[in-house]
Every structure is written in structure tokens, then in C-alpha cells.
């Protein structure tokens, strides 16, 4: 079984920042991408920012230059560290990870339960 945890969402002020962590456990034989995705009341869920295991970033346009990912691999965790909030960030915000369990498996996409982050104006 592999398992995404995360932790550090909670209510912040317009300006302020938070740093979310996510740590995969479990039967893991290599972690593959890692990422962030949030899904807004009404809306889809939309990828934040994510980092591949060679290192490779990619954001969305709306957190470019406000939020930041990183990835430690030793501890199997992805980081997002998240400056300027904005009250159009306030969502549940995902992890998201391909984890290959075992050398004779192929990856699997896991989720996180998702921790609320709310940015008041």
C-alpha cells in the first residue's frame, strides 16, 4: 500500500505564505513525478506546479514567481512554498505522485486527501 500525507494548509492573509509538505510511504520502488493540483468550490482541479525526477519544473501561470516546488528524495517528500497568497488561491489543495511499487510493476498516479488553504482578503 502506498499512502501521499500532507500537512502546513490552513488560513493566511492576502501577502502572507504557507509551505505545504507531502510524504509518500508505503511499498514504494521509485517515485516518478511529483506534484501539486487544487480544486476551487465550483471548479476543476488544476495542476499548481509539479517536478519530475530528473528535476524538471513546470507551473501554472497564475503561481509563476509566487510559488515554488521541491522534491526530497531521500525522504520520499514534495514541498510547495507558497509567497503572495492570494485570495483566488484559496482551494483544497492535492498531492500527487507516480509511484512505481515494485521493480515488476508499472506506476500508478496516487492522491493525497487534500488540505484546505484559504487566503482571506
Known amino acids: 500500500q502506498v499512502q501521499l500525507v500532507e500537512s502546513g494548509g490552513g488560513l493566511v492573509q492576502a501577502g502572507g505564505s504557507l509551505r505545504l509538505s507531502c510524504a509518500a510511504s508505503g511499498s514504494i520502488f521509485s517515485i516518478n513525478g511529483m506534484g501539486w493540483y487544487r480544486q476551487a468550490p465550483g471548479k476543476e482541479r488544476e495542476l499548481v506546479a509539479a517536478v519530475t525526477s530528473g528535476g524538471s519544473l513546470n507551473y501554472a501561470d497564475s503561481v509563476k514567481g509566487r510559488f515554488t516546488i521541491s522534491r526530497d528524495n531521500a525522504k520520499n517528500t514534495v514541498y510547495l512554498q507558497m509567497n503572495s497568497l492570494k485570495p483566488e488561491d484559496t482551494a483544497v489543495y492535492y498531492c500527487?505522485?507516480?509511484?512505481?511499487?515494485?521493480?515488476?510493476?508499472?506506476?500508478?498516479?496516487?492522491w493525497g486527501q487534500g488540505t484546505q488553504v484559504t487566503v482571506s482578503s
Open positions: 500527487n505522485a507516480r509511484i512505481q511499487p515494485s521493480r515488476y510493476t508499472v506506476d500508478y498516479n496516487y
